[in-house]
C-alpha cells in the first residue's frame, strides 16, 4: 500500500472518530479540516471533502450542503465503523482508545 493510501485510510477513520465524538454525530468540513491537522493530517478542505463525499458514497455518513459550508452526520453503520464494531474496506480499523 502506498503513502497516500495509508493517509486516505487514516483520513477516513479520523473523519469518523471526530464524528463519534461530535455533538449529535455532527461536525463540518471546515471544523473537520482543523481537528486533522491536529492529529498530524494536514489535508486541505477539498481533501476533506473529497473523502466525505467518499464516506458518504459507502453509507458511512450523510451531508447536506448549505450554500458551500457541507454538514457531515456519521450514519450509524459509520458509528459502527469508527468504534471498530464492524471494518470496512478503505478506513483503517481504529486502535483501542485509552
Not at 8 to 37: F, G, K, Q
Not at 54 to 76: I, K, N, P, Y
Amino acid at each position: 500500500m502506498s503513502y497516500a493510501e495509508e493517509l486516505r485510510e487514516h483520513a477516513r477513520i479520523a473523519i469518523l472518530r471526530l464524528l463519534d465524538d461530535a455533538p449529535r454525530y455532527t461536525s463540518n468540513v471546515s471544523m473537520m479540516t482543523d481537528l486533522l491537522r491536529a492529529y498530524g493530517i494536514g489535508y486541505t478542505r477539498d481533501q476533506v471533502t473529497g473523502e466525505v463525499h467518499w464516506l458518504r458514497e459507502q453509507g458511512l455518513v450523510s451531508t447536506e450542503d448549505h450554500v458551500g459550508f457541507l454538514v457531515v452526520t456519521a450514519t450509524v453503520r459509520g458509528l459502527e465503523v469508527a468504534q471498530g464494531v464492524v471494518t470496512y474496506p478503505g478506513v483503517q480499523r481504529p486502535r483501542p482508545r485509552g
